[in-house]
C-alpha cells in the first residue's frame, strides 16, 4: 500500500525573526533589560475552592503513586494555577516560585507564546511516530544546534533529561567501544537504572545495581574540599589530578566516557573553579575519552548563558538537556551530539530509539520557548539578575545569619550553604538526612511557604532557583521572606544558641 507524508504547512513561523548564533551576550548589561510586563502579571489573588482541593487529595492520597517517597509520609498540595513568577493553590494563597518546580520553570508559568505554539501545534498535528519528520522538531533541534557550541550539530530527543543521559552514554559506549563511565560525587544524572548508576548522591544507594560500568570521582568543591586545597586555583589543580589518576588507575582503554554536570545543581550548585572543566578536555582528549556535559539542569538560560559551558568556553563531544528546553510545558529532552560522534553512526544504526523522540508538542514548546527567551532577553537578564541583584542580595542576607555559611551561584543558579558554625562549617543538616535530621531547614522551608515563597531545598541547603525572567521586584520581594526565615535557622547555630 502506498501514502504520503503531506509537508506540514507554514501557518505561522514564530523563528522567522531568529538569527542563527553561537554565542550568546556574555557580559550583563548594566541596568535592567527589562521583561515585558505580559511575562510578569504580579502576585495574584487567587479565590478559594476548598471542597475541590480536599476532592483532589482524596482522590490523589487513594490513587496516585508519588516519585521518591515513602507513601503514608507525603500530602502533597494540589495546585490550582500559575502565572509569570507565581502559582498558587486552592486554599487562597500564592507562592512566588523560587524553585522554578524542579528547577525548570526558566520563563515562569503559563507563558502566552508557548501556551500558543502548544495550542497551535495540537490543532495540525498532535503526535507523529519518529520515523517521520515534522516542522517543529526540524527547526527545534536547528535552534539547539545553533545555541550549542563547536561542532555540537546533531540533536537526538528524548523525553527528558533521565534519558538523554541514558542516550548520551550510549551513543559513547557504542562509539568508543569502551565499556566504563566516570561520573562524579554529588551529581544527579536520572531515575533508570544507568543514569542511577551515574549519580553521585545518596538517590543512587538504594538501587545501585553495582556492576553498571562506572566509577565516581571527586569534583572541585572548594567550600568543603576533598583535596585539602586553600585556594579555588589549588582545587581546581588537585581535582584534575585526582581525575587523571583516577583514570590510570581504572585503565584508560576501559573508559568511553566522562559524564558530569557543567554545574552541579541539586547537589549544592557547585560552580567549578575556572581552568577545571578545560582541564577535563584535555584530559580527556590525551585518553581518547569523550566528555559529556548534564546541562539538563543548567541549560537554556539559568546560569546566564545558552548553555553553561559557555561560560569557560568549553566544547564537550555530547551534550544533554532538559527542562529549560521548553521550560517543561511538554516533555522534552534529547542529546546534542558532536559531528564526530554523530559520524560513527552515519552508516551503522544507532541502537536506540523511543515512540515520542522529536514530540511535535514538545518540539513545538521548544521552538517558542527560545524564541520568547531570545526576543525578550532572558538569558541576558538571567545573568544581570545573578550579578546585580540575587548576588548582592543573598550575601547581604547572610552577613545577617550566622547560619549562612556560604553563598555561591550565577545567573538564576544559587545556593546558601547552612552550617551550625561558620568557623568550624559543621553542615545544619548532616548529608543524607533524615526527615528528623532535616527540622532546622525544614523550618526555614514552612516559615517561606507561609509568607507566600516556595524556595527548593536539599539537606543543608536552600537553593534560591527562580525563573531566568523574573522581574527585579519580585526578587526584593522573595529576598525578603527568605531574610526572615532564616531566623528559624538561626536558632540551631553556636552562636544563636549562645
Ligand atoms: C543534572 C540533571 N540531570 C538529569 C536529570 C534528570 O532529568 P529528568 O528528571 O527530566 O529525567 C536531572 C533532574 O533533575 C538533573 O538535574
Redesign the pocket.
Known sequence: MEFSVVEPTVTENITENITETRTGTRTAPGGDPGIPPAARPGRPDPKPDPERAAAIRRRDRAHVFHAWAAQKHIDPLPVAGGAGSYFWDYEGNSYLDFSSQ???LNIGHAHPRVVAAVRDQAERLCTIAPHFTTEPRAEAARLIAGLAPGDLNRVFFT???????EHAVRMARTATGRPKILSAYR?????TAT?LNLTGDPRRWSADSGSAGVTHFFGPYPYRSAFHADSPEQECERALAHLDLTIRMEGPATIAAVLL?TV???GGVLVPPDGYLAGVRRICDEYGILMIT?????GFGRTGEWFAVGHWDVVPDLL?F??GVNSGYV?L?GVVVSDRVAAVFDHRPYPGGLTYSGHPLGCAAAVATIGAMRDEGMVEHAAWLGEQVLGPGLRDIAARHPAVGEVRGLGVFWALELVKDRGTREMLVPYAASPAESTPVTEVMAACRKAGLWPFANYNRIHVVPPCNLSAAEAAEGLAILDGALTAADAYTTEGAS
Request: charged share 15%.
Open positions: 524542579f528547577v525548570n523525553n527528558g533529561g533521565t534519558e538523554a543521559n551529581s544527579y544524572h536520572g531515575a543514569a554536570e552541579i545543581g541539586t548534564d546541562e539538563v539542569m543548567v544533554t532538559a527542562k516533555p529532552g
